[in-house]
């Protein structure tokens, strides 16, 4: 019998505004067998404050949002600085002076993604909390994809999927 070794994945949300991005991101996030979303600032959950189910985001889920852990939370830096303790990896998904290609970039046993608002992207106080800053490179004309694309590009290529 082989044991093999489980990675753990956690997948952070930071103030993403598109609800349909955010169900597009629980969908990659199941097909990647992450094991967690944190949803941070003002990204929405699949529930609104009323606990019903929020048909806009369950309608690019399609279902992943019912069996994915998810939790919000407000504010980012101590949830990274809480899961640095724990020795995860955090990975920002960014372009940055300092970031490198994502190709090049080795996961470890525990690994948090995080990617950021749709317009200008991860704070620079939470990149700097990031052990790696991976950046997808850009060939056509527009600087970067939307998110939900940039980030299954980037799980499945850092996760070897």
Same mark, same amino acid.
């Given at each position: 019998?082989?044991?093999?070794?489980?990675?753990?994945? %956690?997948? %952070?949300?930071?103030?993403?505004?598109?609800?349909?991005? &955010?169900? /597009?991101?629980?969908? #990659?996030? *199941?097909?990647? *067998? %992450?094991?967690?979303? !944190?949803? #941070?600032? !003002? #990204?929405p959950s699949p529930l609104d404050r009323f606990g019903r189910k929020r048909k806009d985001i369950a309608k690019s889920a399609l279902g992943a949002e019912e069996f994915i852990f998810w939790e919000a939370k407000k504010n980012l830096s101590p949830l990274i600085n809480k899961l640095k303790k724990e020795n995860y990896l955090i990975i920002g998904i960014e372009q940055t002076k300092k970031s490198i290609n994502y190709k +090049?970039? +080795? /996961?470890?046993?525990?690994?948090?993604?995080? &990617?950021? #608002?749709?317009?200008?992207?991860?704070?620079?106080?939470?990149?700097?909390?990031? *052990?790696? %800053?991976? @950046?997808?490179?850009?060939?056509?004309?527009? @600087?970067?994809?939307?998110?939900?694309? /940039?980030?299954? &590009?980037a799980l499945f290529r850092i996760l070897n999927i």
């Open positions: 019998m082989s044991s093999v070794a489980q990675k753990e994945n %956690i997948l %952070i949300l930071n103030n993403i505004r598109s609800a349909e991005n &955010v169900g /597009a991101m629980f969908r #990659t996030a *199941d097909a990647a *067998d %992450i094991s967690k979303i !944190y949803l #941070t600032g !003002y #990204t +090049k970039v +080795k /996961a470890g046993a525990k690994n948090v993604f995080i &990617v950021g #608002t749709e317009v200008s992207g991860i704070p620079k106080n939470i990149l700097k909390k990031c *052990d790696i %800053i991976a @950046e997808i490179p850009m060939r056509g004309k527009k @600087e970067s994809l939307n998110v939900s694309v /940039a980030l299954g &590009v």
